[in-house]
């Protein structure tokens, strides 16, 4: 059965940082991948997705992640950190007809000024 | 605008009293889904429908029914609801014809169920 573990449920980082968030996923195929974001008292927005084109994939907000299958990863980096990226990120997984949805537990991203 | 729209949004409730949360898309898609978000556990998937009248068991779709009569809404049932059903709920809208498409997430549903 697939699924998504996300290293760290808590990263905090300083404003002007790198950004690095982890996911690693398990599974026999290289599903299609997912961040998600999620600001307080908010649903989910997509940052970035891959679908088995480009491994490295650029999203909103200048985030980017990387799939890399020897590692069966797809880790979340921004080169900066604002203060606005301050939220819950989450990594998420779907099967090759694209259904069924398997999220990571989530990584909630503190910044410090 | 395009959006996902699910109402309560805040439900308290008690044990056995039947709800229904209702979830409604505008973007004319095909598929739709529900999740439930704990604290530690993330988002899982409780059902999901490829489209009209076609619905399928997520991860954890015990004490849930679902119904798809019309395209544009999904309603959550729950016929019993017990304590452990106190979650945060999300419905998702996405159109996967030509290969997987985006999610689009509604606003959620915070049910407490004493």
């Known amino acids: 059965a697939q699924s998504v573990t996300q290293l760290g449920s808590h990263v905090s980082v300083s404003e002007g940082a790198l950004v690095l968030l982890r996911c690693n996923y398990s599974?026999?195929?290289?599903?299609?991948l997912f961040w998600y974001v999620q600001y307080p008292n908010q649903g989910l927005q997509l940052l970035l997705k891959?679908?088995?084109?480009?491994?490295l994939v650029k999203g909103i907000n200048g985030f980017e992640a990387e799939f890399k299958k020897s590692e069966t990863s797809f880790h979340l980096t921004k080169p900066s950190a604002h203060m606005s990226d301050a939220a819950e990120y989450f990594c998420a997984a779907t099967d090759t007809g694209g259904f069924k949805t398997i999220f990571g537990a989530g990584t909630r991203l503190f910044v410090k000024a | 605008e395009a959006q996902v729209t699910q109402n309560p949004r805040y439900l308290i409730t008690v044990t056995g009293k039947k709800l229904t949360v209702t979830c409604s898309q505008n973007?004319?898609?095909?598929?739709m889904s529900w999740y439930r978000q704990d604290p530690g556990l993330g988002l899982r998937q409780i059902y999901y429908?490829?489209?009209?009248?076609?619905?399928d068991k997520g991860d954890v779709p015990e004490g849930y029914k679902v119904s798809r009569k019309e395209k544009r809404n999904f309603p959550l049932i729950l016929e019993s609801p017990s304590p452990n059903q106190t979650s945060l709920y999300f419905c998702?809208?996405?159109?996967?014809?030509?290969?997987?498409?985006?999610?689009?997430f509604g606003p959620g549903t915070r049910l407490l169920v004493l």
């Open positions: 998702a809208s996405s159109s996967p014809t030509g290969g997987v498409e985006t999610q689009y």
């Open positions: 891959y679908t088995s084109a480009a491994t």
């Open positions: 429908s490829m489209n009209v009248e076609v619905t």
């Open positions: 599974s026999s195929v290289p599903p299609y």
């Open positions: 973007m004319n898609h095909e598929y």
